[in-house]
């Protein structure tokens, strides 16, 4: 994948590969305590492209999804790591995911609802961290239960039980961790949807772009690069997205 001038001016306008990470997902991206600075599998990602297109690397570090895809859809950020939703896709052309995770649901451990389907009726109220693809899926999904929009991802427990809401909504290994912290929660048995984490670049660079970022992607999974990123930093409840086996992919 060898880049040229056109591939330059694509990805990094400015001189400078600026890559937008969302510390709002820790299967992502997480802030290492001893450094202050960001590390994990989008940080990796991220550094292996900056290398490959063979100039800098800028990390624009966010606290939430929303924010860390509006960053890229305007145009402040040249790449970013999201969950592939149809309203991002919009501005945003996403590669094949890289990882599939789970989004479960939390509630307290002597809540009555004991199964997903139970989540969805009248008058029971589900945090979701705003922006996030929780929060783009379960509008489009849930028809009685009413959404309370934390504002990131990791601040939806907390709000969950500081609004004595009824649901927590979110990723799998955040609420896993959160009720082991706590005490008194348990997660649902299953998911309510599979998260499919890609790059994305904006649209407005251009179909060449898009094919180079999906070719890297596919080039990292198959490589080995994207599990041993997962092991490296300890990631669990997330696995590598399978290879993608369409021409061109």
Same mark, same amino acid.
């Given at each position: 994948?060898?880049?040229?001038?056109?591939?330059?001016?694509?990805?990094?306008?400015?001189?400078?590969?600026?890559?937008?990470?969302?510390?709002?997902?820790?299967?992502?991206?997480?802030?290492?305590?001893?450094?202050?600075?960001?590390? %994990?599998?989008? /940080?990796?990602?991220?550094?292996?492209? !900056?290398?490959? *297109?063979?100039?800098?690397? =800028? @990390?624009?570090?966010?606290?939430?999804?929303?924010?860390?895809?509006?960053?890229?859809?305007?145009?402040?950020?040249?790449?970013?790591?999201?969950?592939?939703?149809?309203?991002?896709?919009?501005?945003?052309?996403?590669?094949?995911?890289?990882?599939?995770?789970?989004?479960?649901?939390?509630?307290?451990?002597?809540?009555?609802?004991?199964?997903?389907?139970?989540?969805?009726?009248? %008058?029971?109220? /589900?945090?979701?961290?705003?922006?996030? !693809?929780?929060? *783009?899926?379960?509008?489009? =999904? @849930?028809?009685?239960?009413?959404?309370?929009?934390?504002?990131?991802?990791?601040?939806?427990?907390?709000?969950?039980?500081?609004?004595?809401?009824?649901?927590?909504?979110?990723?799998?290994?955040?609420?896993?961790?959160?009720?082991?912290?706590?005490?008194?929660?348990?997660?649902?048995?299953?998911?309510?949807?599979?998260?499919?984490?890609?790059?994305?670049?904006?649209?407005?660079? %251009?179909?060449?772009?898009?094919?180079?970022?999906?070719?890297?992607?596919?080039?990292?999974?198959?490589?080995?690069?994207?599990?041993?990123?997962?092991?490296?930093?300890?990631?669990?409840?997330?696995?590598?997205?399978?290879?993608?086996?369409?021409?061109?992919?």
């Amino acid at each position: 994948m060898k880049t040229d001038h056109e591939l330059l001016s694509a990805f990094a306008p400015t001189g400078t590969l600026r890559a937008s990470i969302n510390l709002g997902n820790p299967i992502l991206a997480n802030t290492d305590a001893a450094t202050g600075r960001p590390g %994990g599998v989008s /940080v990796d990602l991220a550094t292996e492209l !900056a290398r490959r *297109l063979q100039v800098e690397l =800028e @990390l624009v570090v966010f606290k939430s999804a929303g924010e860390s895809v509006n960053a890229v859809a305007a145009e402040q950020a040249d790449v970013g790591f999201f969950a592939i939703d149809p309203l991002r896709g919009e501005q945003i052309a996403f590669t094949a995911p890289y990882v599939v995770i789970e989004g479960a649901y939390l509630v307290r451990q002597d809540s009555p609802i004991a199964a997903m389907d139970e989540v969805d009726r009248q %008058g029971r109220r /589900v945090a979701v961290g705003k922006g996030s !693809a929780y929060d *783009l899926y379960l509008t489009r =999904e @849930l028809k009685q239960a009413e959404i309370f929009r934390a504002p990131t991802s990791p601040a939806v427990v907390n709000t969950f039980l500081r609004e004595n809401l009824e649901v927590a909504a979110g990723v799998k290994q955040q609420l896993q961790a959160d009720a082991q912290r706590l005490g008194g929660l348990r997660l649902l048995d299953g998911h309510f949807m599979l998260i499919r984490q890609a790059m994305g670049v904006p649209k407005s660079r %251009g179909d060449k772009a898009s094919a180079y970022l999906g070719a890297f992607v596919e080039a990292m999974k198959k490589s080995g690069f994207v599990a041993e990123a997962l092991a490296r930093h300890g990631i669990q409840g997330a696995a590598v997205a399978p290879l993608e086996t369409a021409p061109g992919a």
